[in-house]
C-alpha cells in the first residue's frame, strides 16, 4: 500500500484565497484524521470521521475551516479565506476503526500564507 | 485539563550511547500511551501503543515503559544510531471517542 497520500506537499498562497488541502486514507481504513501542527503549538486535532462521517469537530479553529470526506477514499479540508496565521503543516492520518488501532499519517502539507 | 507534558525538550547523545525520554500525563479517564517518531520534514510514525495493563514494550532498540498509576511513561533507546535523530512525541489517549492528547515532544539529536 502506498500509505496516506496529501497533496499537494507544499502551498503557497496569499492572505484571503481559498486554500484545498486533499487526503487519500489507507484503503481499508474507517477513520479520517486531520491534524495542524505547528511550533508553537504541536500537533493539534482539528477533525476527524469514522466511515466517511465526521465525529469530533471541535478542534476546528474557526467558520473558516471546513472538512468533508465525500467517500472512503477521499477527504479535504478547506481554508476559506486563508490567513496568515493558517501557515502550519497539515497532517492526514488514517486507522481502523476503534481507539486501539494505530495511526499513519500521510506526508503533510507545509501551507505558507503570504 | 487533560495534558501531556514531555521532558527533557531537547537532547543530544553520541552515536552509539543509550537515553531516556520522559512523559507525564493527566489525561483521564486513559485508554492507552503511543509514542511516534517524527523525521524532519514527515508524518509522525508509531512506535509503540500501551494500554493500562501493559507495562513494557518494546519494537527492536526503542523500549517504552507505563506506570499507570503515577501517570508516567518513558521511551528508552538502546545504542542509538544517527538515524534516531528525530523528535519524539507522547500521544494520550482517552476512553471516549478517537481524540489523542499529543505532548510537545522532544527533539533528539544523535552525534558521530
Known amino acids: 500500500d502506498a500509505g496516506v497520500i496529501q497533496s499537494p506537499r507544499h502551498e503557497v498562497t496569499e492572505m484571503g484565497q481559498e486554500v484545498t488541502l486533499r487526503c487519500k486514507p489507507i484503503?481499508?481504513?474507517?477513520?479520517l484524521f486531520w491534524y495542524r501542527q505547528t511550533m508553537m503549538r504541536g500537533l493539534e486535532l482539528l477533525i476527524y470521521f469514522n466511515n466517511n462521517v465526521p465525529i469530533d469537530d471541535s478542534g476546528m479553529p474557526e467558520d473558516r475551516f471546513s472538512a468533508k470526506m465525500p467517500n472512503a477514499s477521499f477527504s479535504t479540508l478547506k481554508i476559506q479565506p486563508s490567513e496568515p496565521r493558517d501557515s502550519a503543516v497539515y497532517f492526514c492520518?488514517?486507522?481502523?476503526?476503534?481507539?486501539?488501532?494505530?495511526?499513519?499519517f500521510g506526508p503533510g502539507t507545509r501551507l505558507t500564507v503570504l | 485539563k487533560n495534558q501531556v507534558e514531555q521532558s527533557p525538550q531537547s537532547l543530544i547523545i553520541l552515536e552509539g550511547k543509550n537515553c531516556t525520554l520522559q512523559c507525564n500525563y493527566t489525561v483521564s479517564p486513559f485508554s492507552n500511551l503511543r509514542w511516534y517518531k517524527q523525521d524532519t520534514g514527515r508524518g509522525p510514525v508509531s512506535l509503540t501503543i500501551m494500554t493500562f495493563s501493559e507495562n513494557t514494550k518494546s519494537n527492536g532498540r526503542y523500549t517504552a515503559t507505563l506506570d499507570a498509576d503515577t501517570k508516567q511513561s518513558s521511551l528508552h533507546i538502546t545504542a542509538s544510531q544517527l538515524s534516531d535523530s528525530a523528535s519524539y512525541i507522547c500521544?494520550?489517549?482517552?476512553?471516549?471517542?478517537?481524540?489523542?492528547?499529543f505532548g510537545g515532544g522532544t527533539r533528539v539529536l544523535v552525534k558521530p
Open positions: 492520518a488514517s486507522s481502523l476503526a476503534g481507539g486501539q488501532h494505530t495511526q499513519y
Open positions: 500521544v494520550v489517549k482517552m476512553a471516549a471517542g478517537n481524540k489523542l492528547t
Open positions: 484503503s481499508g481504513h474507517n477513520s
